[in-house]
């Protein structure tokens, strides 16, 4: 029963949240593109923010996330070599304008942090256009760069986020 009571009032919270401001989290679905689609074929991701009401119109706060970009195998012709896993840890400052009650069109922009070996990070810049399913739903569209020493990681990306 008090499990019960719980998923109510959790449920009541998230529905009485507007998905302007407050504590967003997701999931992102991606394909690397330039560089990165040569040693990458997709990657996956989690992503959180927390927004505050600047206007009606604009939120502002911070968003962070964790990124596994899955290696390719690649034939060299003589013989094939195993890509490893490519990981970074963006932390960046986020902004949203709300174009209508549906549509959103924002920027991420921070430091991605290398997780992975041999993966120094870079400066880390996400636009973002959101439709909101829901009030506590948005799917969006992506794309996210990462300057690195000697090129960009770079892709293109679909999630969902969930007001929480």
């Known amino acids: ?6 998923i109510a009032v959790l449920t009541l919270c998230a529905m009485s949240m507007t998905a302007q401001e407050g ?26 923010l927390y927004h505050w009401a600047v206007t009606e119109e604009v939120t502002a706060g911070f968003a962070a996330g964790l990124t596994n970009a ?25 902004g949203r304008y709300i174009a209508s009650d549906q549509f959103r069109a924002g920027l991420d922009l921070g430091y991605a942090i290398g997780v992975s070996e041999g993966n120094d990070g870079g400066f880390y810049y996400r636009p973002v256009v959101g439709y909101l399913v829901t009030e506590s739903i948005e799917v969006n569209l992506s794309y996210t760069g990462i300057s690195l020493d000697g090129g960009t990681w770079s892709t293109i990306g679909a999630g969902v986020l969930i007001a929480l």
Do not use: C, H, W, Y
């Open 1 to 6: 029963m008090k499990k019960l009571v719980m």
């Open 70 to 94: 899955f290696g390719k195998n690649i034939d060299t012709g003589v013989g094939s070599i195993e890509v490893s896993d490519v990981q970074f840890l963006p932390i960046a400052a986020s």
């Open 23 to 48: 504590f967003r989290a997701g999931i992102n679905l991606a394909i690397p593109v330039g560089d990165a689609g040569e040693v990458s074929g997709f990657s996956i991701g989690v992503d959180a």
